[in-house]
């Protein structure tokens, strides 16, 4: 059971060292440590590292004309420099000084494209290289651009004359030198494991002594080690952060190997298993499921990834160190969370989303978590990450996990999540033709006094699809009549997703071009009630929910059932 005691003191605890670092990072920017920074320039680039991110020719042309479509933002500068122009979106700013938008003139291959890319590149060496402060000079930021400029200078030096070459090689090393000195005090988590990454790309592609290749390996070594869970998931339970470091990690792989240098044993390891990760958490279509900071998927930069994925045969169905469950069989997919809350220290994208799971059938969503609009507006976030916008129950419309909104908090880190489920204890219950798994949490032991278990099982060929959620007190015991026992059963329809009831009153969700599936419930009569899915390409778009309703005193369980049928005679009632 998790106190409030606890919890505050988490909280206050990554607080304070959250000021701590920026304090040490403020020092590390200022005039007594900036001398640390400067020393030798390197010669020349020695290999260029691939770049697995997609590339659109036409965004290069955008860029030339001055409109630069970024972090779902469009800004026009109008022919001001970009790095000068006053721009309210963070996201937009960060990505902007992250520079990864420099493999899209690389796609156009043409001289314009080469040219634009050395005057932007030559502009914010001009505006902020001489300035080690503000979004450019983010860690996580200067990770992303160290990247990208190593990545991509093939381009940026392409046609260039000795001064800008000269400037271009003096400000990558002293983004290095800075990185390798702010790197230790970044916050746990993905962009720390970047850093190292950019460190060790750096290591590889630029003149440097044997010693920084070692320490810079150890170094990545130690953090993969600690943050790459053995079943191949990240330590913070989101599949979009699996993606986006593989993104990484496997041209580092390729650079090592280019440069007839050794890579890690850690750095090997680690990619054979979250490539196997990556396909756990995918559906059929390609997409991946919408679990604990998971938006939109960009179908293309997946298949990208998977492209080096030599695994053959069927997804694993249990990922237990990173929390998961995975049903399928007959073309049905279930992905499930079964996993306790991430530490605190990684769980700004984390959401209260326990138990919750997604069904497709074919390459079509029916049951999905709402996930998040990764570009809109952060009053939405909140909402987002509620149990109530998940497919699971809640109890007392209250979520089993709550997140600190705190302006003072929220000053030196995104919202934590706090309070969540810390037992989490699941059991697969395969038997022949049946997949299946029962799973319980105490996230509103401490509040509420009560468990919530949920059974999955899918047979049939995958046509059926039977649910049973309960809440009960320790030892199995019925909840008391205390006017704190409702429960809210949700299951979010994908918006393409139609719902009508058939001539025998039957609940029946279909989509163009698929099979119709029948929800039933034993105990209650499922209502119809309006949702909102947060993570459509273009935006928020409205969808609807099947909701069950009861006291857990008076109906300790219900028992739910989705039911795939390929009759085509269905009417809705009159």
């Keep these: 059971m998790t106190t409030a005691t606890g919890n505050t003191t988490r909280l206050w605890t990554l607080v304070a060292r959250e000021m701590w670092r920026k304090t040490r990072r403020r020092l590390r920017s200022g005039p007594v440590y900036r001398w640390r920074y400067s020393g030798r320039t390197p010669e020349r680039v020695l290999i260029a590292p ?18 630069f479509p970024l972090s779902g933002h469009l800004v026009e500068t ?10 309210a979106n963070r996201g937009w700013q960060k990505t902007l000084h992250g520079f990864r938008w420099l493999r899209h003139m690389r796609a156009a291959g043409t001289d314009l494209a080469a040219a634009n890319a050395r005057a932007l ?25 160290v990247i990208a400029w190593l990545q991509h200078s093939s381009v940026v030096l392409q046609g260039a004359e000795f001064p800008f070459y000269r400037a ?11 990185l390798r000195s702010v790197v230790k005090e970044m916050p746990d988590g993905k962009d720390r494991l970047r850093a190292r990454v950019a460190l060790a790309f750096s290591a590889l592609s630029l003149p440097a002594p044997a010693s920084a290749l070692r320490n810079a390996t150890r170094h990545l070594a130690v953090e993969l080690e600690r943050q790459i869970l053995p079943d191949g998931g990240h330590i913070s339970r989101n599949p979009l952060t699996v993606m986006e470091l593989l993104a990484d990690l496997l041209p580092l792989r390729y650079t090592y190997a280019n440069q007839a240098e050794t890579p890690p044993p850690a750095l090997i390891n680690a ?6 990760a990556l396909r756990f958490f995918r559906h059929t279509d390609g997409s991946l499921a919408r679990f604990n900071g998971m938006g939109a998927t960009i179908h293309d930069r997946i298949a990208a990834i998977l492209r080096h994925d030599d695994a053959e045969g069927a997804p694993l169905l249990h990922a237990p160190h990173s929390g998961y469950e995975r049903l399928s069989m007959g073309g049905t997919t279930v992905i499930a969370d079964t996993g306790a809350a991430p530490p605190i220290d990684v769980s700004n994208a984390a959401h209260a989303g326990c138990l919750s799971f997604e069904m497709s059938s074919g390459r079509q969503h029916f049951v999905v978590n709402c996930g998040v609009d990764t570009y809109g507006a ?31 908090v929220n000053d030196l880190a995104s919202p934590p999540l706090i309070g969540g489920p810390r037992s989490v204890p699941c059991r697969r219950t395969d038997q022949p033709g049946v997949q299946g798994f029962i799973a319980s949490h105490d996230g509103y032991v401490a509040q509420f006094g009560l468990y919530h278990e949920r059974e999955l099982a899918l047979s049939e060929g995958g046509n059926v699809l039977a649910g049973l959620d309960r809440f009960l007190r320790s030892g199995g015991a019925v909840a008391r009549n205390n006017g704190r026992d409702f429960v809210t059963v949700r299951f979010h329809m994908y918006p393409d997703v139609e719902l009508y009831h058939d001539e025998e009153d039957r609940l029946v969700l279909t989509a163009p071009h698929c099979d119709r599936w029948v929800m ?3 105990e209650l009569a499922p209502q119809v009630e309006d949702s909102i899915y947060f993570a459509g390409l273009g935006g928020p778009r409205r969808s609807r929910q099947i909701v069950l309703s009861f006291k857990a005193s008076e109906i300790p369980e219900v028992h739910w059932q989705f039911t795939r049928t390929l009759t085509e005679d269905f009417k809705p009632r009159a």
């Design 50 to 67: 691939p770049d697995l991110r997609l590339a659109d020719s036409q965004i290069a042309l955008e860029i030339y004309y001055g409109r």
């Design 78 to 87: 109008g022919g001001e420099s970009p790095f000068q122009i006053n721009v």
């Design 121 to 145: 590149v030559s502009d914010w060496i001009a505006t902020h290289g001489g300035s080690i402060s503000g979004v450019a000079w983010e860690p996580a930021t200067t990770s992303k651009r």
């Design 168 to 178: 271009f090689l003096k400000s990558l090393a002293v983004q290095i030198r800075y």
């Design 271 to 276: 990619v054979d298993r979250m490539l196997p």
């Design 378 to 408: 952060a009053e939405f976030r909140p909402l987002a990450r509620a149990t109530a916008a998940h497919s699971t129950a809640t109890l007392n419309d209250t979520s089993s996990a709550r997140f600190n909104h705190s302006l003072r």
């Design 520 to 522: 039933s419930c034993v």
